[in-house]
């Protein structure tokens, strides 16, 4: 077996004196079996994504059938990315030209700009 040298706080130290008082055992057994069970789990928990992390902490929530019905079907992401590059360059235009799109894809049906509504 091979020893391990690690340098714990005092109040490390202390709790684990207390937990293995409790479970019987002398603190060099508990930290290997603690040691152990952590690498255990951690060789073995799948990797998770920012979705499940987000869903797990309560950051996220479901669409609202009002913008559930707002989905078109076969535009992506990067599709819509992509068409706003293919604007003309000059800020102004390009925000009239992404705020059109948005509208023609009914991504965007009002839009409050310079003080007046498109639709």
Do not use: H, N
Not at 29 to 42: D, G, P, V
Not at 44 to 72: C, F, N, Y
Not at 93 to 119: H, M, N, W, Y
Request: aromatic share 4%; net charge positive.
């Amino acid at each position: 077996m091979s020893t391990l040298t690690i340098d714990l706080s005092p109040e490390t130290y202390q709790r684990l004196e207390e937990q293995a008082r409790r479970a019987g055992q002398a603190p060099e057994t508990l930290s290997r079996e603690i040691l152990e069970t952590a690498l255990e789990m951690r060789e073995t928990a799948k990797p998770r994504t920012t979705r499940e992390v987000l869903q797990t902490a309560g950051s996220t929530r479901s669409l609202s059938p009002t913008l559930r019905s707002r989905i078109i079907p076969g535009v992506t992401l990067m599709r819509f990315v992509k068409s706003l590059r293919r604007r003309p360059v000059r800020p102004w235009v390009t925000s009239f030209a992404s705020i059109e799109v948005l509208r023609r894809d009914r991504l965007l049906p009002r839009c409050q700009c310079l003080g007046k509504t498109l639709r």
